[in-house]
């Protein structure tokens, strides 16, 4: 069992869960679309419809936004550790 809190569903976290389980488990992005795929997520939680299941393109805009995120907050973290990084080289 997985020690990550259980948020109440909604559409939105759905998608930020499926977004994060395809970037933790190097998914293809084309999982998403799989009949036998959308078939699992929409028997998992019957209050889907295929509206609210992303395809493709949507996923992939899921993914660079939320890598775009975290790019931004490392840089901000790194910026803020000068002088606490050593990067050393044997050449």
Excluded: Y
């Excluded at 933790?24 to 679309?33: F, G, K, L, M, T």
């Amino acid at each position: 069992m997985s020690s990550l809190p259980r948020p109440p569903f909604s559409v939105a976290v759905c998608k930020a869960a499926l977004v994060n389980w395809i970037v933790a488990d190097d998914q293809s992005i084309n999982v998403v679309e799989c009949p036998e795929f959308r078939h699992l997520v929409f028997t998992l939680q019957e209050s889907l419809s295929e509206k609210d299941l992303p395809h493709c393109t949507a996923i992939w805009n899921l993914v660079t936004s939320a890598w775009n995120c975290h790019f931004a907050e490392l840089k901000s973290e790194l910026e803020h550790t000068a002088g606490k990084i050593l990067l050393t080289t044997d050449l």
